[in-house]
């Protein structure tokens, strides 16, 4: 079964930049987008951003400016990097990945990571 493999979380200042990375292991037929998730303390998973195949990206208002979004070319990673952090930025960060398994199954799955916690903090 396909699996994501999250890095990057920890303790991170005020001000300073995040860069997370997740990789999926396993080959699909195809994938539609890669991106990631933030989910505060109480709060729901809302988006940070998300990136397809052909380079469209989409982010949160919140973070426009201060984010980059890739993907590799082999489709298997996608790696966030969000500068000048917020303590409000601080939570568990989702990894997501939306693909399909084989050609005649038509539709696409979403891939979820276990999560990492990142602190925004002093």
């Known amino acids: 079964q396909e699996r994501l493999v999250e890095s990057g979380g920890g303790f991170v200042q005020p001000g300073g930049s995040l860069k997370l990375s997740c990789t999926r292991s396993?080959?699909?037929?195809?994938?539609?987008?890669m991106g990631w998730y933030r989910q505060a303390q109480g709060k729901e998973r809302d988006l940070v951003a998300t990136?397809?195949?052909?380079?469209?990206?989409i982010s949160a208002d919140s973070v426009k400016g201060r984010i980059t979004i890739s993907m590799d070319n082999a489709k298997t990673t996608v790696t966030l990097q969000l500068n000048h952090l917020k303590p409000e930025e601080t939570g568990v960060y989702y990894c997501?990945?939306?693909?399909?398994?084989?050609?005649?199954?038509?539709?696409?799955?979403?891939?979820w990571g276990q999560g990492t916690a990142v602190a925004v903090t002093s």
């Open positions: 990136i397809t195949p052909r380079g469209d990206t």
């Open positions: 997501l990945q939306e693909i399909m398994y084989y050609k005649i199954s038509t539709r696409y799955v979403e891939l």
């Open positions: 396993g080959s699909v037929f195809s994938v539609k987008r």
